[in-house]
T-cell receptor, first 112, second 116 residues
């Protein structure tokens, strides 16, 4: 699975959009981009995933660049409860062991 | 409610005393796995199971055992715990990766284990 690079930390004002970037320049054609978050020491929580098209669900939007070398997770109206570590993960679903490779993630601090 | 349940949530034990951390899921998922999380090292996979009676080692399997006798349960066994197994443990489950739209993993709330 391709490696990802994320900023170590980011701040966001409550009520504003939080835009979390992720670089995955070595991504291959079969690899999906997944986002999870971990609030304090709770179990990681799935947010969204996509292959090449932009995706949106009730939690967030995922914007993937046309060359697929980077992506951005958007939390449209961040709340204090969105303060967490956000992980960007790239997975090849063909013949994969199912393992999720977590990096260090981005610590998002939402401030009042 | 769809969930992965781990027990216990907190455990303090002594070196060498066998223990089992249970994990149960109610989503009929084929795939289950165990991770440990340590400061500076992130989450690392210990063992995984693709289905009943099918288990395999992850990245850090030494000192651990697992079993998968039923689809819903995937216990983690520490036969002779040592202090370097002090960690935060997570169980996860998902459908198998064949259907890309259903591959999100669900994690339990974690078990904080201290071995003294």
């Amino acid at each position: 699975d391709a490696k990802t690079t994320q900023p170590t930390s980011m701040d966001c004002a409550e009520g504003r959009a939080a835009n979390l970037p992720c670089n995955h320049s070595t991504i291959s054609g079969n690899e999906y981009v997944y986002w999870y978050r971990q609030i304090h020491s709770q179990g990681p929580q799935y947010i969204i995933h996509g292959l090449k098209n932009n995706e949106t669900n009730e939690m967030a939007s995922l914007i993937i660049t046309e060359d697929r070398k980077s992506s951005t997770l958007i939390l449209p109206h961040a709340t204090l409860r969105d303060t967490a570590v956000y992980y960007c993960i790239v997975r090849d679903l063909s013949g994969n062991t199912g393992k999720l490779i977590f990096g260090q993630g981005t610590t998002l601090q939402v401030k009042p | 409610e769809a969930q992965v349940t781990q027990n216990p949530r907190y455990l303090i034990t002594v070196t060498g005393k066998k223990l089992t951390v249970t994990c149960s899921q109610n989503m009929n998922h084929e795939y289950m796995s165990w991770y440990r999380q340590d400061p500076g090292l992130g989450l690392r996979q210990i063992y995984y199971s693709m289905n009943v009676e099918v288990t395999d080692k992850g990245d850090v399997p030494e000192g651990y055992k697992v079993s998968r006798k039923e689809k819903r349960n995937f216990p983690l066994i520490l036969e002779s715990p040592s202090p370097n197994q002090t960690s935060l443990y997570f169980c996860a489950s998902s459908f198998w990766v064949g259907a890309a739209e259903k591959t999100e993993a669900f994690f339990g709330q974690g078990t904080r284990l201290t071995v003294v």
